[in-house]
């Protein structure tokens, strides 16, 4: 099993920051790639920014310049820095991680999702 648990949402400002943590633990071989998304009241989850095979890292448009992913790989852990916040990154936020794993019967990969975290920024 496979558990990915986010923190650090919360209330802000418009122009402050916050920081997001999202932790993979359990069984599996690798991780792959990991990405927030994030989902607004009315609208469809979203990729916000990920990480693939621990280096090809990409952006939605609407939060470059503004958000980072930090990452420390020795404690499966990738971050969300987001500076600069706007109304409209009012949402809950979600990590997805995709591991790999080693059965009997071969390698395997499987995607899991965090519980999500609410991040309200006010104006």
């Known amino acids: 099993q496979v558990q990915v648990v986010e923190s650090g949402g919360g209330l802000v400002q418009a122009g402050g920051s916050l920081r997001l943590s999202c932790s993979a633990s359990g069984s599996f071989f690798s991780i792959k790639a990991m990405g927030w998304y994030r989902q607004a009241p009315g609208k469809q989850r979203e990729l916000v920014a990920g990480i693939t095979e621990g280096v090809i890292t990409n952006y939605a448009d609407s939060v470059k310049g503004r958000f980072t992913i930090p990452r420390d790989n020795a404690k499966n852990t990738m971050y969300l820095q987001m500076n600069n916040l706007r109304p409209e990154d009012t949402a809950v936020y979600y990590c997805?991680?995709?591991?790999?794993?080693?059965?009997?019967?071969?390698?395997?990969?499987?995607?899991?999702w965090g519980q999500g975290t609410q991040v309200t920024v006010s104006s």
């Open positions: 997805n991680t995709l591991i790999t794993a080693r059965t009997k019967w071969g390698p395997y990969e499987k995607d899991y």
